[in-house]
């Protein structure tokens, strides 16, 4: 990966692209969602994650165009394997955009 490309996917989503949390915040930015989900409590957790579909891998590749984080999300269902492979992948992030 590339410094530019590291930079795109850690900027902030436009307003129109953000991401509306159940009953919760309006998210722009991957940092942002994972502090969303250090909080998140389990309904809303559920409200987007469920057998059918992972909300937050589809916004992570549609609008983040963070791919390879988008299908490791979308094998994961529980709240803390999403949160750790965030937290992972926002560590290589910041440290190839640097």
Known sequence: ??????????????PECSFWVNNGPVLKSLEELHKALLKMNKETFEHHVTKEKNDFSA??????????????????????????????????LKRTAA
């Open 1 to 14: 990966m590339k410094k530019e490309e590291a930079r795109r996917i850690l900027a902030d989503a436009s």
């Open 59 to 92: 916004w992570i590749k549609d609008v983040l165009g963070d791919s390879s984080l988008a299908e490791s999300l979308a094998k994961a269902k529980s709240k803390q394997a999403i949160i750790t492979r965030i937290s992972q992948r926002l560590q290589v």
